[in-house]
């Protein structure tokens, strides 16, 4: 018996498998330009804000990862479902090489909202094109 990269135990695994960075187990593909993970990926899918005070407090963040070799471009636009402008990144576009992962801040202005929920879509486009982008929902709560 033996532990698996994600801490299953089972049969001895063989020398020619092993977990890629999402933790999915496939073919071991060594001195390989190939990964098992997609290239432009990004974590959390969901930010949660709270209020304007807990943003300041909490200084959040979206975490952009390049599962791949091959260098990429990202690019950023928020799509506001509710509210206008209150929604702010460190930055909208920028390079994402292999393997180093890059933070956006996220902040936000409340001076012109009025008490209540208020939501907006970040769309991440990955640049050679990556399937359809990826998306964080934000959520933001005044007082």
């Given at each position: 018996m033996a532990i698996d990269p994600r801490g299953h135990i089972g049969p001895e695994m063989?020398?020619?498998?092993?977990a890629n960075?999402?933790?999915h187990i496939g073919p071991k593909i060594e001195g390989s330009m190939i990964s098992a993970a997609p290239r432009?990926?990004?974590w959390p899918?969901?930010?949660d804000l709270g209020t304007p005070a807990q943003v300041t407090n909490k200084s959040p963040?979206?975490?952009?990862?390049?599962g791949n070799i091959e260098k990429l471009t990202w690019q950023?636009?928020?799509?506001?479902?509710?509210?206008?402008?209150w929604l702010q990144l460190s930055q909208y576009?920028?390079?994402?090489?292999?393997?180093?992962?890059?933070?956006?801040a996220v902040s936000v202005d409340a001076g012109t909202l009025i008490t209540g929920s208020y939501e907006a879509l970040v769309d991440f486009d990955w640049v050679p094109p990556e399937g359809n982008g990826d998306k964080v929902q934000?959520?933001?709560n005044v007082p």
């Open positions: 063989s020398s020619n498998i092993s960075p999402r933790g432009g990926h990004l899918k969901t930010l963040r979206v975490r952009l990862i390049n950023a636009r928020i799509q506001y479902i509710s509210g206008a402008n576009t920028g390079p994402l090489d292999g393997k180093t992962p890059v933070e956006i934000v959520i933001l």
